[in-house]
């Protein structure tokens, strides 16, 4: 089962700032969060992920919790083409391990809206 | 540099036949990863190989088989489809061993059960 919760669905203005929340309040200490999106009918993409520390890359930033139980990602400047949903996922790694694959949740709907 | 791919795009087949799907990893990495997504429902990871080998199974029937060939490329075999076998089967890829990062995932393939 997915160790994340996620809003089901959110919206959000065109050019402004979307930031979905996740909650993993039983995280390891080992293991990272990461972030995928799919927008529809294409494979997920890899956005992000990170440990304890924020995290910013070309795509979003991530900011997580000092104690870990939850974090946000950022998207600064929404666009249409960011309309997709957005996957929240606990894990370890590096992808060695007795689990290197995804466990996927049901995710937030994300949808801009001109 | 190519991304993961994915053949054929579209698969039709009847109840009762046998399906492969291809995929084809980013080079240079050596694990692969299955997903299904049936319409309405989330992400299911099917089968991971790293290295040739089949490394953890999703909660699928044996007729879900597969394998990794020497050049990393893998095949995910359906035997005796049924209706409900019809989704999106999607491959991802990553690198082996102790780095982190997120996996790359295919376009997939829409495999459809008359």
């Known amino acids: 089962d997915a160790k994340t919760t996620q809003p089901p669905s959110m919206d959000c203005a065109e050019g402004r700032a979307a930031n979905l929340p996740c909650n993993h309040s039983t995280i390891s200490g080992n293991e990272y969060v990461y972030w995928y999106r799919q927008i529809h009918s294409q494979g997920p993409q890899y956005i992000i992920h990170g440990l304890k520390n924020n995290e910013t890359n070309e795509m979003a930033s991530l900011i997580i919790t000092e104690d870990r139980k939850s974090s946000t990602l950022i998207l600064p400047h929404a666009t249409l083409r960011d309309t997709a949903v957005y996957y929240c996922?606990?894990?370890?790694?590096?992808?060695?391990?007795?689990?290197?694959?995804?466990?996927f949740g049901k995710g937030t709907k994300l949808s801009v809206k001109p | 540099e190519a991304g993961v791919t994915q053949s054929p795009t579209h698969l039709i087949k009847t109840r009762g036949q046998q399906a492969t799907l291809r995929c084809s990893p980013i080079s240079g990495h050596t694990s692969v990863y299955w997903y299904q997504q049936a319409l309405g429902l989330g992400l299911q990871f099917l089968l991971w190989y790293d290295e040739g080998e089949e490394r953890n199974r999703g909660n699928f029937p044996p007729r879900f088989s597969g394998r990794q060939f020497p050049n990393y490329s893998s095949e995910l075999n359906v035997n005796a489809l049924e209706l409900e076998d019809s989704a999106l089967y999607l491959c991802?890829?990553?690198?082996?061993?102790?780095?982190?990062?997120?996996?790359?995932f295919g376009p997939g393939t829409r495999l459809t059960v008359l």
């Open positions: 996922i606990v894990r370890v790694a590096p992808y060695g391990g007795s689990q290197g694959n995804l466990i």
């Open positions: 991802a890829s990553s690198p082996g061993g102790s780095t982190s990062g997120g996996e790359f």
